[in-house]
């Protein structure tokens, strides 16, 4: 069975976008290559629309992106996507599907049927994944900046105990934190 990961940036105070929407703060180049090897087994993306419309700029032909990110793109490429909207009308080629809601029995089917790990992103709907008791580990990469307020992180009611499994941390003072999920979930 494939593993269901859910891989973030957050500020120190645990917000993905700051109020206004931006996530410029993210320093994303200060860890891209070690992003690239933790993205390189993923075979299936689950994204919210937001972040599919966000990471679109990654399918394009790989000559157009700088030489230091052709293999980000590569890896980003390689992986199915599927992207859950109600709002979007049309399945852009690179996109395996678009689904409406999310459902639980279906994601639980796709890890039991999946060779690879699958990615999933977007706070909302990871929320759903992880109310749902799907999510198998988090990745968090923290960064040195409190932005007060905005998308958090983690949008659930619900409590859930985690192991940490790994810790790095970047020059920048940005950190990478590894978990697993364990424990019941409770309502919080």
Not at 164 to 182: C, E, K, N, Q
Request: glycine share 8%; net charge negative; proline share 5%.
């Amino acid at each position: 069975m494939s593993k269901l990961i859910y891989i973030t940036n957050a500020s120190l105070d645990g917000y993905i976008e700051d109020q206004t929407g931006a996530f410029d703060w993210g320093n994303p180049d200060q860890v891209f290559d070690f992003i690239t090897e933790l993205m390189r087994p993923i075979g299936t993306h689950l994204l919210g629309r937001r972040l599919h419309e966000a990471m679109a700029y990654w399918d394009g032909p790989l000559e157009g992106y700088p030489p230091e990110h052709r293999e980000f793109a590569r890896v980003w490429q390689a992986a199915e996507q599927i992207v859950f909207s109600r709002t979007l009308t049309r399945t852009p080629a690179h996109i395996a599907r678009v689904e409406r809601e999310f459902d639980p029995e279906a994601t639980r089917k796709l890890k039991r049927e999946s060779a690879h790990d699958i990615f999933i992103g977007g706070a909302e709907l990871a929320a759903l994944a992880l109310a749902s008791d799907l999510i198998d580990e988090c990745h968090l990469f923290l960064h040195p900046v409190i932005v007060g307020g905005g998308k958090p992180a983690f949008r659930t009611a619900i409590r859930q105990d985690l192991e940490l499994l790994d810790t790095r941390s970047f020059g920048t003072g940005a950190i990478h934190l590894r978990y697993r999920m364990r424990g019941d979930i409770r309502k919080a």
